[in-house]
C-alpha cells in the first residue's frame, strides 16, 4: 500500500532517532518516497546525510538555506504528503504540536499538514506518565492524530517502563494497514447515530439519560478515515466531529433524530443506530417554566417515542446493512436477538451496564456482536476507538 505514497518523516531529538534511519529504510524498500524534516536537536542525534543518502533527498530542517536564502515552504510539503510520521515524537514536540508552538520547520509542517499524522512517541517513563505529557497526547489524539503507543522495556536511562519508541517493523504496518482501510470504504454511505435525545418538558427541562455519544463518534471517525462519507445524527453532546468526511446533523429530540434519519436512509449503504434514544417523550411541552408554587406535585404524562432503528427496519431494502446497539442490565443475550429480530437488524453490539467499563460516559466499552445467523462475537474491554475498528471491520464492504 505504500507504493508511491509520500511520506513526511519528522524526527525530533531523542535517542530514539537511531531507529529512524530503519524506519526510513524500510519506508523507501516499500516504494515510498520520503521526506524527513529534523528538528535542530534532532540532528545532535543523526546525521541528515545519513538521512539524506538513504531518502535520495535533501533534508530540511531550517525555515530557510542559509547560504542561498532559499525557503523552504511547510506549506508546500504539508499538501505534498499523504502522510506524516513523527518519530520519534519527544515530549517537547509534542507539546508543541499540541499548542501550537511553531518554532520550528517540523511543528510548522505539521500545523500545515492536511494528511494523517502518525505519532511515535519516546521518552523516559517518568517524563511519558507526567500529567502534562498525557493531556498533550489526548490532545493529539482529538485532533485526529494517530498515536502510536510506546512499549514497555528497558529505557535510555537504564530504567525499565514505557517509553520505547515502537519498533520501525510496527509503524509501517501501522501506516500501511491506514492505506488499506482508508480505501477499503471508499465510496460508500453511512448514517450513525449518537448520544441521548432530550425531549422536552418546558423551556428549561429537558426528560434525557447519560449517554455521551463517545462510541457513535468513534464510529464515525472510523468509517470516514476509511473513505466513507458519514452522515452523523447526533444528539446533544460535548463532542466534535474531526475527520472531513463528516457531516454532523445535530438534533435534539427523538422525533427529529427519526426525521433526518428517515430522510437520508435511501442514499446510505448501511446505518449504525448507537445513540440512547429516549423511549417516551412528554404528552404536553409547557410553554413556560413550570412553577414550584403549586399545591399538587405535577404530573408527567408520557407518550411513546418513534422506534428509529425499527422505522428504517421497515425501509431496509436488499443490499443496506443495520446495526443496533442494545445496552442491557439482565437477560442480555435473549434481549439482544430479541431487538435484532422486531427491528429487522443484521448486527446487534450488545453492551452490559453490568461490566466494568462498559456503557455510558466512559471511554471504553466491552462488547459481544451478535448477527442474524445468531454467530456471536465477544470482544474484551478496549477503548472505544478500538470497539469501533473492530465493529467496522465485521461490517460487510
Ligand atoms: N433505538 C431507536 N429508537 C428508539 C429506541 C431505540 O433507534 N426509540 C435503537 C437504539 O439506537 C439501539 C437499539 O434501538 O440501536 C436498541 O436500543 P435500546 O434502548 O436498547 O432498545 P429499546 O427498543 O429502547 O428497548 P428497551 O428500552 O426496552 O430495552
Known amino acids: 500500500m505504500l507504493k508511491g505514497k509520500h511520506i513526511i518523516l519528522g524526527i525530533t531529538g531523542g535517542i530514539a532517532a537511531y531507529k529512524s534511519v530503519s524506519l526510513l529504510r524500510l519506508l523507501i524498500k516499500a516504494g515510498a518516497e520520503v521526506q524527513v524534516v529534523i528538528t535542530p536537536s534532532g540532528k545532535e542525534f543523526i546525521t541528515p546525510v545519513t538521512l539524506s543518502a538513504l531518502s535520495g533527498k535533501p533534508v530540511v530542517s531550517e525555515f530557510f538555506t542559509a547560504n542561498t536564502g532559499e525557503w523552504h515552504s511547510h506549506v508546500d510539503l504539508g499538501l505534498w504528503a499523504d502522510a506524516m510520521i513523527i518519530a520519534p515524537a519527544t515530549a517537547s514536540t509534542i507539546g508543541k504540536m499540541a499548542n501550537g508552538v511553531a518554532d520550528n520547520m517540523l511543528v510548522t509542517t505539521y500545523l500545515s499538514a492536511k494528511s494523517q499524522v502518525f505519532v511515535a512517541p519516546a521518552m523516559d517513563l517518568d517524563m511519558m506518565a507526567h500529567p502534562s505529557t498525557v493531556a498533550n497526547i489526548e490532545r493529539l489524539r482529538s485532533y485526529g492524530n494517530i498515536i502510536i503507543e510506546p512499549t514497555s522495556g528497558e529505557l535510555a536511562s537504564h530504567l525499565t517502563g514505557k517509553g520505547r519508541m515502537e519498533e520501525p517493523e510496527e509503524i509501517v504496518k501501522v501506516i500501511d494497514r491506514y492505506f488499506e482501510a482508508q480505501c477499503s470504504m471508499a465510496g460508500k454511505r453511512v448514517l450513525i447515530t449518537a ?88 404528552v404536553e411541552v409547557q410553554e413556560r417554566k413550570i412553577k414550584r408554587e403549586h399545591d399538587d406535585v405535577p404530573v408527567i404524562k408520557l407518550k411513546k417515542n418513534p422506534d428509529i432503528a425499527a422505522t428504517l427496519g421497515g425501509l431496509k431494502r436488499a443490499g443496506q446493512q443495520l446495526i443496533g446497539f442494545a445496552l442491557e442490565t439482565d437477560n442480555e443475550k435473549a434481549n439482544a436477538i430479541e431487538k435484532l429480530r422486531r427491528k429487522n437488524l443484521d448486527k446487534i453490539v450488545l453492551n452490559s451496564l453490568r461490566d466494568a467499563g462498559a456503557g455510558f460516559g466512559t471511554d471504553t466499552n466491552k462488547v459481544t456482536v451478535i448477527d442474524v445467523a445468531g454467530k456471536e462475537v465477544a470482544l474484551p474491554l478496549m477503548s472505544k476507538a478500538d470497539v469501533a475498528v473492530a465493529i467496522i471491520d465485521m461490517l460487510n464492504v
Open 195 to 282: 448520544g441521548p435525545t432530550y425531549e422536552r418538558l418546558d423551556p428549561v427541562r429537558f426528560i434525557g439519560n447519560y449517554s455521551s455519544g463517545k462510541m457513535g463518534y468513534a464510529l464515525a471517525e472510523e468509517a470516514a478515515r476509511r473513505g466513507a462519507k458519514v452522515t452523523l445524527v447526533s444528539g446533544p453532546v460535548a463532542l466534535k466531529a474531526v475527520h472531513p468526511n463528516i457531516e454532523v446533523i445535530a438534533v435534539e429530540s427523538a422525533v427529529e433524530m427519526r426525521d433526518k434519519c428517515v430522510a437520508c436512509f435511501a442514499d446510505v449503504d448501511m446505518a449504525i443506530l448507537s445513540a440512547a434514544v429516549a423511549d417516551y417523550a412528554p
